[in-house]
């Protein structure tokens, strides 16, 4: 259990509908990162956010937003949805280490979305 | 910039046998390399990394994984392949830079082990 946890475990969904997926981070971890594994794309990064702000943004398309919250929890809404939205969503949290440039990312065990 | 190419997307060893799954990465600084294993319907394990330091690293359930820089490479292997090997494996890079974390992975490499 990497302390990560994610909800809900299992989405099915229309095409054109809209999804919201939650990540509580490890305790005490600052940054949330958020990856889509899909067949076609493989593992891709997504975004980070940082203490509440947006640190980095991958290959996330402008159907998708996400969001960290004051308690660092964080959301990521999947709008207008595609077939080839379906996908494994994974989130994943590190701590912020002052001066230190490594910190490792703890995954959880992902938001499963069909979308049909 | 950094990507990392794992080659054979399939690797099938006999129980007992070595392991060996390739990775090569390009990274425009010192990189970070990291092995996670995924096994079905579950979620990525870290298997182990390289930072800093001996390039030799030694992760969970007897896997090693050598960073050599002439040759970009950074293959994971274990010396005898058991059952419960059978999951995909998956390369990984980051820049070593303050504020660069995230991962970029390598398409995977299924691992099935022959009894």
């Known amino acids: 259990d990497s302390g990560v946890t994610q909800t809900p475990k299992h989405l099915i969904t229309a095409t054109g509908q809209r999804v919201t997926l939650r990540c509580s981070p490890r305790?005490?971890?600052?940054?949330v990162y958020w990856y889509q594994q899909s067949l076609d794309q493989g593992l891709q990064f997504l975004i980070q956010y940082y203490n509440g702000e947006e640190r980095a943004k991958g290959n996330i398309l402008e159907r998708f937003s996400a969001q960290q919250f004051p308690d660092l929890h964080s959301e990521l809404n999947l709008s207008s949805l595609e077939l080839g939205d379906s996908a494994l969503y994974f989130c994943?949290?590190?701590?912020?280490?002052?001066?230190?440039?490594?910190?490792?990312?703890?995954f959880g065990p992902g938001t499963r979305l069909t979308v049909l | 910039a950094q990507s990392v190419t794992q080659l054979g997307s399939h690797v099938s060893v006999s129980e007992g046998a070595l392991v060996l799954l390739r990775c090569n990465y390009s990274s425009s600084v010192p990189p970070y390399l990291f092995w996670y294993v995924q096994y079905p319907n579950q979620g990525l394990q870290l298997l182990l990394k390289y930072t800093t330091g001996a390039t030799l690293v030694k992760g969970i359930n007897g896997f090693e994984a050598e960073f050599k820089k002439s040759e970009t490479s950074f293959h994971l292997t274990k010396p005898s392949a058991h059952m419960s090997d059978a999951a995909e494996y998956f390369c990984a890079v980051r820049l070593s830079n303050f504020g660069n974390e995230k991962l970029t992975f390598g398409t995977g490499t299924r691992l099935t082990i022959i009894p």
């Open positions: 994943a949290s590190s701590a912020r280490h002052s001066g230190s440039s490594y910190n490792e990312q703890f």
């Open positions: 305790s005490g971890d600052l940054s």
